[in-house]
C-alpha cells in the first residue's frame, strides 16, 4: 500500500490589487502545508520510509507578511513545488523478505558451495558501498577543510588507504569487461583467480586465512636476504660505532633473538643516508623491501624507489595517527590487520602477543623521522622475523 501527498501547483505571478486577494493565497498554502505535515506525522508513526521530499518555496517580492500588504503597485509570488512521495508498506517490505528468505535457505540446502560465493559477494557489495561512501565523505572533508592526509585520523587515513588499494585491483576487470558479452568471462576469471582478482570484500573467511598465510610466505621468502644485504653494506658505513652497531644487530637476529627498539635507535642514523636510505639503497635491495608491502616488483627502478618512498611516508604517518588514538582503542580485527601490513605473522600468536608487538613498533616509529623511514621497512624483518621472543 502507498501513502501519498499531493499539492498541486500555485505558481503565479501577478499583482497584489487587494489584500483580501493575498491573505487568501496565504490561508490556502497554510491548510495545504499543514496537511502535508500531518501526512509527515502519520507517516512517521506507522515507521514507512519517504522515497522523496517536498519542497515549499514561498517567495515574496514585496515586504507582505501574513495579512500584511504594502503598497499596491508592487508584486508578490507564492511557489509551492508540488511532489509525490510514496513509501513502501510493511505488507510489501514482508513479502520481499519472505521471499529472500526462501530463495537464500533453498541454496543452502539445495547448493552448499555455491551459496557460500552468494553470501559472500553480496555482503562483500554491501560493505564496499559503505566503504566507497565512507571515503567519499572523507575526500569531502578534506577538501572542504584544507585537511591533508597526514593529519586525518587514523581510521579515516585507514579507510582511504584500503579503499585505494581495492580501486586498484580493480581497474583491470573494469577494463576487460568493458567489451559486449565479456561480462561472462569477467566472473568466470573472478571464480577461478580471486586472490588476484577480487579483494578482501568478496573472500570468504577461510579464503582471507589462506591468502594471508600466502602472501606472508612470499614476504618470508626474502627475510634472509635483506639481512644478507644489511649485512654487506656494513663496510661502507663511515662512522665506526653505527657500523659496530649495525653488525651487533644483524649478528642478534641471524642467531635467533628479537632485538629491542633501543637497538634500533642505535642504528637510526644509517637508514637516513649512505648506504641504506631511499636514495643510496641498491636497485635489488630496493626490490626485496617492495616485497615486504607487497608492492610490484617488476617497475622500471626509479618508478618503484618512488613508490616504495611513498608507502615508507604513509606508513609513518599512520603510525603516528595510531599512536595518538592509541592501540587500546582498536578491536582485535583492527589489531590484526595493523600487525599484518607492518610484517607479522599474526596466524600462530594470541591477541595479546600482537598488542604487545604493535606497542613495541609504535615505540620505535615515535623516534623515526620522515628522512629516516628507510628505518620501518627493513624493522618489518628486524622486529618480526624472530617474535616472539623465547
Known amino acids: 500500500m502507498y501513502y501519498g501527498v499531493l499539492l ?17 493565497w496565504v490561508c490556502t498554502v497554510q491548510k495545504r502545508t499543514h496537511r502535508l505535515f500531518q501526512s509527515f506525522a502519520t507517516m512517521a508513526m506507522c515507521g514507512t520510509h519517504v522515497r522523496s521530499c517536498i519542497a515549499l518555496t514561498v517567495r515574496c517580492a ?3 507578511t501574513y495579512g500584511t500588504y504594502n503598497g499596491s503597485s508592487q508584486r508578490a509570488v507564492l511557489t509551492v513545488t508540488s511532489m509525490r512521495m510514496f513509501s513502501t508498506s510493511h ?14 535457505s533453498f541454496l543452502d540446502h539445495r547448493f552448499p558451495a555455491f551459496y557460500v560465493y552468494y ?29 591533508p592526509f597526514k593529519e586525518l585520523p587514523y581510521r579515516e587515513m585507514e579507510r582511504l588507504r584500503l579503499v585505494r588499494k581495492d580501486i586498484i585491483k580493480a581497474i ?18 573472478m571464480y577461478l583467480f580471486p586472490r588476484q582478482l577480487l579483494f578482501h570484500h568478496f573472500w570468504t573467511p577461510q579464503q ?3 591468502f594471508k598465510k600466502l602472501y606472508h610466505e612470499q614476504r618470508a621468502r626474502h627475510h634472509y636476504a635483506i639481512l644478507t644485504g644489511m649485512e654487506s653494506s656494513i663496510p661502507c658505513v663511515e662512522k665506526w660505532m653505527l657500523r659496530s652497531h649495525l653488525q651487533s644487530l644483524c649478528t642478534k637476529v641471524q642467531s635467533g633473538t628479537h632485538p629491542e627498539v633501543s637497538d634500533l635507535w642505535l642504528v637510526q642514523g644509517v637508514f637516513s643516508g649512505h648506504p641504506l636510505g631511499f636514495n643510496n639503497i641498491r636497485n635489488s635491495h630496493m626490490r626485496l623491501l617492495a616485497s615486504q608491502l607487497l608492492l610490484t616488483p617488476w617497475l622500471p627502478a626509479f618508478m618503484a624507489r618512488r613508490r616504495l618512498s611513498a608507502k615508507g611516508l604513509e606508513l609513518l604517518h599512520l603510525d603516528r595517527a595510531l599512536s595518538s588514538l592509541g592501540v587500546d582503542q582498536l578491536c582485535d580485527a583492527e589489531v590484526e590487520e595493523a600487525c599484518y601490513l607492518r610484517g607479522l605473522d599474526t596466524s600462530s600468536l594470541s591477541t595479546s602477543q600482537w598488542r604487545e608487538w604493535l606497542k613495541q613498533w609504535l615505540q620505535l616509529s615515535s623516534q623515526v623521522k620522515e628522512s629516516e623511514t ?17
Not at 514482508?94 to 529472500?100: H, T
Request: aromatic share 6%; glycine share 4%; with cysteine.
Open 8 to 24: 498541486s501547483p500555485l505558481s503565479g505571478e501577478s499583482r497584489c490589487k487587494s489584500k483580501a486577494t493575498v491573505c487568501e
Open 62 to 64: 514585496s515586504q507582505c
Open 91 to 104: 505488507a510489501r517490505q514482508g513479502i520481499l523478505q519472505r521471499a529472500n528468505d526462501r530463495f537464500e
Open 119 to 147: 553470501h559472500t559477494f553480496m555482503k562483500g557489495f554491501k560493505l564496499l558501498l559503505e566503504d566507497m561512501t565512507e571515503a567519499r565523505k572523507i575526500k569531502v572533508k578534506m577538501n572542504t577543510n584544507g585537511i
Open 172 to 189: 583491470p576487470m573494469v577494463i576487460i569487461s568493458l567489451p559486449p558479452f565479456a561480462i561472462c568471462l569477467v566472473f568466470t576469471l
Open 208 to 210: 582471507q586465512r589462506d
Open 374 to 390: 628507510s628505518l620501518l621497512l627493513h624493522s618489518m624483518v628486524l622486529l618480526s622475523v624472530n617474535y616472539p621472543a623465547h
